[in-house]
């Protein structure tokens, strides 16, 4: 059973923009929080940006400025608005859900892929 589902991912010039969406299902309730993760070829997973359910966000310092993370009324959706990118940004990004529990939920990623 697929829980969390992302899209928008896609191919993007320097300096363009994407708009990544996740969307939990129904047997993901209570969340808490959800998050935005990517990882490169060779490298690890790091985190990117996050939002609670009070609506406190978190960024990491390298998408400062640059990304935007927003959620639905329902806060089973989440999206990272992604302007002015570089080919640094190139990752698969996942999305994670926590729900009340630490019990975490994440998505299969969506591939980015910045390049000229």
């Known amino acids: 059973q697929v829980q969390l589902v992302e899209s928008g991912g896609g191919l993007v010039q320097p300096g363009g923009s994407l708009r990544l969406s996740c969307v939990a299902s129904k047997s993901v309730f209570g969340i808490v929080a959800m998050a935005w993760y990517r990882q490169a070829p060779g490298k690890e997973r790091e985190l990117v940006a996050s939002?609670?359910?009070?609506?406190?966000?978190n960024y990491a310092d390298s998408v400062k400025g640059r990304f935007s993370i927003s959620r639905n009324i329902a806060f089973n959706s989440v999206y990272l608005q992604m302007n002015s990118l570089k080919l640094e940004d190139t990752a698969v990004y996942y999305c994670?859900?926590?729900?009340?529990?630490?019990?975490?939920?994440w998505g299969q990623g969506t591939q980015v892929t910045v390049s000229s």
């Open positions: 939002i609670y359910s009070g609506g406190q966000t």
């Open positions: 994670k859900a926590v729900r009340s529990g630490q019990i975490a939920y």
